[in-house]
Every structure is written in C-alpha cells, then in structure tokens.
C-alpha cells in the first residue's frame, strides 16, 4: 500500500486530543465536567510531549530520515506536530478564556488574582503564604556564565513544575539586578482557596509568590517576573543488553528524566524581555520548542476543581458500580468461579470481585500460591496489601512487576520492595519485552487435587482507575485456561521457551499470526459469497500488517467495524481497500480502555478480550493476552457492548478520511453506549436482588 493509505501516528493522536477537548466545548455539559475534560486535554498534552515528541527529537539529533508508514521523516513529523498543536493549544485557551473562566464567575467561582479579590481577604491570603506556602519554597540563584567563568553553572530547572522567574534589585539600588528562580513543587497546592459569603476564589500560588515576594525577599524589589514550565523528554529507556540490576538500572532511567534535553518549553504571555532571554539561556531550548502561553499554565492541574465539595447541578451525575449479577457474596468467591465463567465489565460492575479474589485466597487455607503480574497499581492498594497477608500467611506469592511501565517506574520499585519484604517472589520483567499481560493464577487444593482459578482482564489491576476506565475481564476455573496459565507463568519467571497453548493467545509469540490468520479467513469466505464481518473494540491502531490485512478484507466485501478511542492509521473512506470499513471513537464519563474482538466465523462469532491494542508495539514488542470467550452469555454480552458503540449518536465520533472527527449526528431516538450499559448493569443487579430476597433455600442434611 502507499504511504498516502495511512495516517501519522502522532497526527492521529492529537485528533483524539480535540476530541477530548470537544467535550469541554459542548454547552449541554455540566460546566465543571466542561472544566474536567479540559484539563484531561491539558494532561495528555504534557505526555505526549514526553513521551513521542521527545521520541521523535531523539531521532531527528541523530540525523534520521526514516519515514514512517504515512511517508513523514522525523523532523516532517515535528514540523506537522507544531503547526497542529499550535492550533489545539489556541481552542484550548480561547475556551478557557472566553467561555469557561466567565461561566465560573458567574457560579461564583472566581479564579482570580490577589489584586482582584474583596480588599478584605487579602491580609487572610498573606497569612496563609506565609503559613502554607513560603516554608516550601526553595529559591534558586541565578547567574550569568556567559560573563564570568568562575561563576556557578546554570541551574537545572526541575521538568513539568512552574517556575515563577523574578527580576529583583536591593532596593534604591537599581544596578543590584539580579534573576532568581522560585520553582513550586508539587507538594504546594496551585490554588489557595478562600470563601466570602457564598463566593469562593481561587488564587493560583504563583500570583501569591509575586504578590507577596517581598516576604521571600525582604530587602528587594520586584523589577519583573515570568511564569515558565519545562517539558524534557521523557522517552529514555533501560539498556538492558548492559543491565545486571534492573531495579538499579530503573533508577537511573528516572534521575535521567531530571535532566534530559528540553522538547518543550511554555511561557506565559506578558513576561518580560529580560526575563525570557533568561529562561531561554537556561533551558537551551530552540525557537522551535517555545510556546507562548496566553492563560494559566498547566490547564491538568484544574482537574481540581471538578472535584471542589458542593456545587453538585454544575457536575456529571454520578454513576455507581453494581453488583455482578452472577456473583452471590454469599458463598465463597471460590464455589462462585467453580460453577461457571463470571464476566465482569468495569466500571458499570464492581471490581470488588477481583479484589476478593485475592483477599479471601491470602487467607484461605486450602490456597497453595498466588501468581500475578503487576503493571499499574493504586496508590493504597488492597491488592498489594492481599498478596502480602498472602505471603505472611505461608503462601507462595509469585509478582512480576514491569519496572518499565513508563511513568509509574518509581512506584512500582516501590511495590517490588515492599512485597520483596514480605517474602513474595520478585520479577522484574523480561528482558528486551515489556509485560503488559493482566492475569492473576490462584493454585488451591481441592479434594486431594490441584485447582487453578484465573482472572483475565483488559485493564491493570488498580483499585483507582477500575472505577474509572471501561475494561472487560473474566473468572474462570476452566482447566485449559488453567493450564494455559501455568505454561505462561513459568516461562514469564522461569525465562523459558513457551509451549503451545490450548488456548490463551500470547504475543509477542502467537496474537498477531492468530489476529491475521482470522482477518484473513473472513476475507476468504467474503470472496466465496459467505456472510463476514469483524468488529473490534481497541484504544489504537497502528500495526502496519493489520491495517493492510483488514485493507484486503474489506475489498473482498467483509463489513468492517471498528471502535477505536485514540490512535488510527488505517484511513477510512470510500477507496475500494476502505469502503467497508467504519471506524467511530467514543468519548464519554468513563475512558474507553477495554479490547474487545470479534469474528463471525461462519456464524461461530469467534470472540476475544485481550490486554493489547492492535499497535506493533503490543503485537510484537510485549508480552500480552488474547482471551477466547467461551460462555454463551459472556459472548452475548460482549456482542452487546461491540454493538452499543455503533448504536451510540450522543459521543461517537466517525473518523475520516483525512483523520479528522466529526460527531455522530443525533437521531431522532437518542443512545448513548455509557448510559445504556451503566441502566443494563443496574438493571440487572436489581433483578438478582428481587430474586435472592424472594427465594428461600433449605438447608440440606450432610450426605
């Protein structure tokens, strides 16, 4: 196929980006949800630049010319990154500006400066400087090196942190100038919130560090300021070809982050001449990489105020997770699994079920071992807290813990520590492959036997985003799965060649052939005039094989659909390769994250949950889970949900050709996908209460 039959990758994702922030656009919303998705915009714009800009700078400083699959160099690619963002940067701002911040005001919620309060409030905002905000302040001197070689060297500036930058002199002595910098730490909260009546305002901390700088420095003068934040690239991986401790190895991965090249470099409009000259002489960083920013920086950190207590008509309703209906708390998590599959489709069902799978086997005698991998975890998590009582309790508790998660590499070394404490087998991952599986293994003797239960998800095992991610998984007893999950287990710790399974699909070994060979078959039976169809459920499609087997299919005449949050390459449109392929993209409450897929099979509807998106990266970098679903009714659940997503005219999105999104126009009926699985789910845990307060079980006598 032509570069011209694909979408850039990076261009894709900021696609997916103003599509997050079309949310905060939508009048209709909840003006605080409004606020919500438009700092989530503001945060996903901070990793990309972390992450795939920084990527991509790295490629284009050592002179590479290699083109990705939609024909673009990497400086081709960085180029059309600016021009784009420039522009998203704008729509997030003129929002923000012109409708979000008066809409605020008028519900009496004021963002303000300190010289725009009532008069009276401001000795309460000095106090409270002074109390909470200037013992955490740790001013940094600067001076200027290109004057004098014995001078200090330029400081390094702390990354995605605002820094307020003061031009100061001792008073009545103007050639005293100086800059010093006076970075805020994340421990200090960016707004001081104070009450007046039933107005609350909202001081951002660095109007309160310039307003009140004379406290910081009490013999000088506030000449001039800027507020600045740095981006640095935070793509630096392990080299692990040379790496005897990981965890080591980890650790100066994160302390390289500190001090890595500048991708992006944010400064806040009105900053002086002298001031920015500066920041630009510490931070080294190219015209290029300089954003203007009209407004606050660091838009993320107005999450906070979806958050604020009250004001409850100004956000979303919330929806609460139910109880799996197949699951009777009643008896043992265990003799539930025993009976039969138990879906569970997070956060419409409670991720209660997992948990307690864990919890009741630390305690359970009968329980022999615990294995599990770890990729994701929550801050106070009752799973780690499980699989220590487990290992307390003379279990043998297996964890492999992927340090190379990005981001989340300092707490996991964290975990591994703790639960290496408690006596659990530590592994750190496997060489060369990021560990992405979700799949816990819980081995307990029954009746003179050996029993494994297994849970399979789509999501990480975190207790925070459970209730706040869209993710499909599954208990079983099943004695393949089991099996299936031994062999995957010890060649995961024991760094052995994997067997064939039965039927867990791993990549990088077995998905992606799989994935293709079933692509291929309904291309195959289109050809021969057979009904076929696909439809898939993915956060990103990327894998270059995969779009162009699915490219094959739909000119054989298989009917295509495809539910994708973020990421896509495959161009949609009518060219005879796309014209049955129709690609959506919902954006809702809850982030959609499961990965659902489906083949028809001749009428089989061969369906599958998995932990990896259909990205190269997933399909042959990573170790992942392709799951087959075997339950009739799991599978008619799972059809379901595929389904909704097509039905949905309230926040779908149809991708087009050009990689832009237009709204799925409303209908005359209104669906949207959430509300009619969260009322399903409901539903259907009101039904099992009814019956269980309606039914009355005897007691039977002990044969």
Not at 210 to 218: A, G, K, M, R, V
Not at 604 to 625: G, P, Q, V, Y
């Amino acid at each position: 196929m032509p570069s011209s039959s694909y979408i850039n990758r990076e261009l894709s994702w900021i696609e997916f980006n103003q599509r997050v922030l079309s949310e905060a656009q939508r009048p209709e919303k909840p003006l605080l949800e409004r606020v919500k998705f438009l700092a989530i915009s503001a945060s996903n714009l901070d990793e990309f630049f972390q992450v795939r800009v920084g990527g991509l700078t790295l490629l284009k400083s050592a002179g590479s010319r290699t083109k990705d699959i939609a024909g673009m160099t990497p400086l081709q690619q960085l180029n059309a990154i600016r021009k784009r963002i420039s522009q998203h940067i704008t729509d997030q701002y003129t929002l923000y500006t012109d409708t979000l911040l008066p809409a605020l005001h008028e519900q009496e919620i004021h963002i303000s400066s300190v010289n725009a309060v009532d008069p009276s409030l401001v000795d309460n905002l000095k106090e409270r400087f002074i109390e909470e905000v200037l013992p955490l302040l740790s001013p940094i001197a600067y001076e200027d090196t290109s004057k004098d070689d014995d001078a200090f060297p330029a400081p390094i500036l702390p990354a995605m942190t605002l820094i307020v930058a003061c031009e100061l002199s001792i008073k009545n002595k103007a050639k005293s100038k100086r800059v010093v910098f006076v970075p805020i730490t994340e421990i200090i909260e960016r707004f001081i919130h104070i009450d007046k009546g039933s107005a609350r305002y909202a001081i951002p901390v660095e109007d309160l560090i310039c307003h009140f700088i004379s406290e910081l420095f009490p013999s000088e003068s506030l000449h001039s300021h800027g507020v600045f934040r740095i981006t640095r690239n935070g793509d630096i991986a392990v080299q692990e070809e040379d790496a005897i401790d990981l965890a080591g190895e980890m650790e100066e991965v994160l302390s390289a982050r500190k001090t890595s090249n500048t991708v992006r470099l944010e400064v806040q409009s009105g900053c002086s001449r002298v001031i920015e000259k500066v920041i630009k002489q510490v931070t080294l960083a190219a015209p290029e990489q300089i954003y203007r920013i009209h407004g606050p920086l660091a838009l993320s950190d107005f999450m906070q105020f979806a958050f604020i207590p009250g004001h409850d008509t100004l956000k979303s309703v919330q929806w609460e997770p139910q109880s799996p209906p197949s699951i009777d708390y009643a008896n043992s998590i265990f003799d539930e699994i025993s009976k039969k599959d138990i879906f569970l489709y997070h956060p419409y069902h409670s991720f209660d079920p997992v948990v307690r799978l864990l919890e009741e086997a630390a305690s359970d005698d009968q329980v022999l071992s615990i294995k599990q991998v770890l990729y994701r975890t929550a801050k106070n998590s009752r799973i780690i807290d499980a699989l220590i009582r487990a290992a307390h309790n003379g279990k043998q508790v297996t964890v492999l813990v992927e340090l190379k998660a990005r981001f989340d590499e300092a707490r996991n070394l964290l975990r591994a520590e703790e639960l290496q404490r408690a006596g659990v087998q530590i592994v750190y991952g496997v060489k060369g492959l990021k560990t992405h599986a979700k799949i816990t293994l819980v081995i307990r003797k029954e009746n003179n036997s050996i029993k494994r239960y297994c849970h399979f998800g789509t999501g990480n095992y975190n207790e925070s985003t459970a209730k706040l991610y869209t993710d499909a998984s599954i208990l079983t007893a099943r004695e393949d799965f089991g099996t299936d999950a031994s062999l995957i287990f010890n060649a995961i710790t024991g760094r052995s060649k994997l067997l064939q399974t039965k039927r867990i699909l791993p990549a990088p070994t077995h998905m992606k052939k799989r994935i293709l060979q079933l692509i291929n078959s309904e291309a195959a039976r289109a050809k021969a005039g057979e009904k076929a169809s696909i439809t898939a459920k993915v956060n990103s499609l990327q894998d270059k094989d995969i779009i162009n087997a699915l490219y094959n299919a739909s000119k054989q005449g298989v009917k295509i659909r495809l539910n994708i949050r973020g990421i896509c390459c495959l161009k949609p449109g009518k060219r005879n390769e796309a014209k049955n392929i129709e690609v959506i993209s919902v954006i809702d409450y809850y982030l959609e994250h499961a990965r659902i897929f489906q083949f028809y099979a001749g009428g089989k509807k061969l369906t599958f949950i998995s932990s990896a998106d259909w990205m190269t990266r997933n399909l042959e970098k990573r170790i992942e889970l392709m799951v087959p679903i075997v339950d009739k009714k799991i599978k008619a659940a799972l059809t379901e949900i595929l389904d909704a997503a097509f039905l949905d005219n309230q926040q779908a999105h149809r991708i087009l050709t050009d990689g832009d999104s237009q709204r799925v126009e409303n209908k005359k009926e209104r669906f949207r996908m959430q509300e009619h699985l969260q009322a399903t789910a409901e539903k259907a845990a009101k039904t099992q209460t009814r019956k269980r307060n309606t039914t009355f079980e005897a007691h039977k006598p002990h044969d």
